[in-house]
């Protein structure tokens, strides 16, 4: 759980230094985000390079690895689907289509406000934002109560790249290429079903 604040209280500095302006001009019109994630991922690489059992891992499930991304697919469209039913504002569909951005919230939110309007493009962009938030905040608490899978499904199309950390961390090193796989597999699904489900 300490992590888990210690990630929030980041998250909260970073948003009032970038709300009151107190950063320098340089930093607030470049993305230097990106080259963290670079290093991140290097960083993630040269640990998967490094852990013999991360390797074995991969090689002991093959197959095995894609029903990962399949399940956390079917419980992202059924909870929307059901929530659907709940909102009486906005169709099943609707609601499908925010929940098919599996955490790629720039991405999903982008393509709904073209096709449905900005009012459901906010929808999505802060659904998104809550699943990554949660997802880092609660990474713990998941694989306490639902195993170390629990993150990865959680984290969504993310798994590739944020919340790596807190699943290498929390889940193990040996489900680091179970991430990656999984958050690169959604993270190119987002596109096709977002349009697909914003036109039915």
């Known amino acids: 759980m300490k992590g888990s604040l210690i990630i929030l209280s980041f998250f909260i500095a970073g948003a009032l230094a970038g709300y009151t302006g107190i950063l320098p001009e340089v ?3 470049n993305d230097f ?3 963290v994630l670079y290093v991140l991922m290097f960083l993630v690489g ?3 390079g490094y852990d013999s059992q991360t390797l074995a891992s991969l090689k002991i499930n093959k197959f095995r690895i894609m029903l990962v991304p399949l399940a956390t ?3 992202t469209l ?3 689907a059901l929530t659907g039913l709940l909102i009486p504002r906005w169709t099943i569909f609707e609601c499908m289509a925010v929940g ?10 982008i393509f709904i406000t073209q096709y449905k309007g900005a009012e459901l493009g906010t929808i999505a962009l802060v659904s998104n934002i809550i699943r990554e938030l949660f997802t880092l905040l609660a990474a713990p608490l998941l694989v306490a109560c639902f195993g170390k899978l629990a993150p990865v499904c959680s984290g969504g199309a993310t798994t ?3 919340t790596l950390p807190v699943i290498s961390r929390y889940s193990g090193s040996e489900f680091v290429i179970i991430a990656i796989f999984h958050g690169i597999t959604l993270d190119l699904l987002v596109p096709f079903l977002v349009t697909f489900f914003c036109y039915l």
């Open 27 to 29: 930093i607030l019109q």
């Open 33 to 35: 985000s990106v080259y």
């Open 46 to 48: 040269i640990n998967i």
């Open 73 to 75: 697919l079917a419980g």
């Open 78 to 80: 059924i909870g929307s």
């Open 100 to 109: 098919s951005g599996f955490g790629y919230y720039s991405l999903s939110s």
């Open 160 to 162: 590739m790249d944020t």
